[in-house]
Every structure is written in structure tokens, then in C-alpha cells.
């Protein structure tokens, strides 16, 4: 038997490798793109900034479950519907790399809110620059050009931290700007570097 648990490791570590040479197509510029517009339009809605800091964090962490919800739409569809099982452990491959920075942030935004009410300000920034490493940790199942927009993020995420934006408040755009633009740029992506080669392969086929 412990031949046989062998064998079944090594199968699994090979599929692994195969899995990082091939680009996760998963995720699709519509959905990806709408999710971007959520963060806007949520920001828009907030309009100013909240009086309390647990009313900020409620908001935010709502809008986030809505908003990869929508982003993440067409692989939960394909998911059920279509997928086969190599399919599904690819893709529950590649959403375990962003599931650490994205519990980090979890556990980061509720110890500020507990521990230090105030610095529930420097929220946006630390939530673009995990997003930014959740996205470079999925690096090696995305289309290469994706690391600009993990780029994006790690800078306005720096920018929001050094300049102290929302020191006087929380800022509703510092989150709902910084998410949408993050969003679009990768849904831009993900069209310029898969669904048009794919589009234009299938018309010349």
C-alpha cells in the first residue's frame, strides 16, 4: 500500500508542475471587469466617510464577499455545470494561492478594528498591497502580463500608507478607486492576452 500512496504523490506533484505551464483561463474579463465597477459603484454609495470604523469595515468586507462573487461568477458556473475533475483541482489550485493573503487581511482588519480603532485608516493601503501579493502568488498560473496589475496594487497600496490617506477619516474611494481601476486593468488584461488570441483563432479556423 505505501508503493501505491507513493505512486498517487508522485502523480499528484507531476500534475502540479503541468498545472503551473499551462495559463489558468478560469477567469474572464466580463465578470472581472463588473466586479471592478462594484467597487466603484460602492464607493460612489458610501459617498463620505463613516462616522465609526466598524461601520467602514462592515461595508467594505460586504461589498468584497459581492464583488468576488460577481469576479468569480464564470468559474463557479463552469465549475458545477462543465468541469471535470482535473478541471476542478486546477481551479481550486489556483484560488488556494490567493486564499492566504486574503485570510491575512481578514485577521489583519479585525485586530485593527479590536485593537486599535484609528488605524482602521490605513485599511485601504494594506488591502491593496495583499491583493497585490495574492495575485503574484497566483503568478505562475496567470497570463504573465497579470503581474502589472499585482503592480498596481503594491503601489497604490504604498502610496495610501505613506501618504496617510484617510488620517482625517476613512476615504470610501481610497478602497472603491483603487479596486475598480485594479479590477479593470486585469480584466483588460485577461482579454488582450487570452480571449482575443482566442477569438481571433476561432475566426481564422
Do not use: N
Given at each position: 500500500?505505501?508503493?501505491?500512496?507513493?505512486?498517487?504523490?508522485?502523480?499528484?506533484?507531476?500534475?502540479?508542475?503541468?498545472?503551473?505551464?499551462e495559463v489558468y483561463?478560469?477567469?474572464?474579463?466580463?465578470?472581472?471587469?463588473?466586479?471592478?465597477?462594484?467597487?466603484?459603484?460602492?464607493?460612489?454609495?458610501?459617498?463620505?466617510?463613516?462616522?465609526?470604523?466598524?461601520?467602514?469595515?462592515?461595508?467594505?468586507?460586504?461589498?468584497?464577499v459581492v464583488?468576488?462573487?460577481?469576479?468569480?461568477?464564470?468559474?463557479?458556473w463552469?465549475?458545477?455545470?462543465?468541469a471535470?475533475?482535473t478541471?476542478?483541482?486546477?481551479?481550486?489550485?489556483?484560488?488556494?494561492?490567493?486564499?492566504?493573503?486574503?485570510?491575512?487581511?481578514?485577521?489583519?482588519?479585525?485586530?485593527?478594528?479590536?485593537?486599535?480603532p484609528?488605524?482602521?485608516?490605513?485599511?485601504?493601503?494594506?488591502?491593496?498591497?495583499?491583493?497585490?501579493?495574492?495575485?503574484?502568488?497566483?503568478?505562475p498560473?496567470l497570463?504573465?502580463?497579470c503581474?502589472?496589475?499585482?503592480?498596481?496594487?503594491?503601489t497604490?497600496?504604498?502610496?495610501l500608507?505613506?501618504?496617510?490617506?484617510?488620517?482625517?477619516?476613512?476615504?470610501?474611494?481610497?478602497?472603491?478607486?483603487?479596486?475598480?481601476?485594479g479590477?479593470?486593468?486585469?480584466?483588460?488584461?485577461?482579454?488582450?492576452?487570452?480571449?482575443?488570441r482566442?477569438?481571433?483563432?476561432?475566426?481564422q479556423?
Open positions: 500500500m505505501s508503493d501505491v500512496f507513493r505512486a498517487l504523490e508522485q502523480i499528484e506533484a507531476i500534475h502540479d508542475q503541468l498545472a503551473k505551464g483561463r478560469g477567469w474572464r474579463s466580463l465578470p472581472v471587469a463588473a466586479s471592478g465597477v462594484v467597487g466603484i459603484a460602492a464607493a460612489a454609495w458610501q459617498g463620505g466617510a463613516p462616522s465609526q470604523p466598524w461601520l467602514f469595515v462592515g461595508y467594505w468586507l460586504a461589498v468584497a464583488a468576488f462573487a460577481v469576479g468569480c461568477s464564470e468559474i463557479a463552469h465549475y458545477v455545470r462543465h471535470d475533475e478541471e476542478r483541482r486546477r481551479t481550486r489550485l489556483v484560488l488556494g494561492q490567493l486564499l492566504p493573503a486574503l485570510i491575512a487581511g481578514a485577521i489583519a482588519t479585525l485586530a485593527l478594528i479590536r485593537l486599535e484609528p488605524a482602521v485608516a490605513i485599511l485601504p493601503g494594506l488591502w491593496a498591497m495583499l491583493l497585490g501579493v495574492g495575485i503574484f502568488a497566483a503568478r498560473y497570463p504573465p502580463a503581474i502589472w496589475t499585482a503592480l498596481f496594487y503594491w497604490v497600496g504604498l502610496l500608507l505613506w501618504s496617510g490617506a484617510g488620517k482625517d477619516g476613512v476615504a470610501p474611494w481610497g478602497v472603491g478607486l483603487t479596486f475598480g481601476v479590477q479593470l486593468l486585469a480584466a483588460f488584461t485577461l482579454y488582450w492576452t487570452l480571449e482575443r482566442q477569438a481571433r483563432g476561432d475566426s479556423a
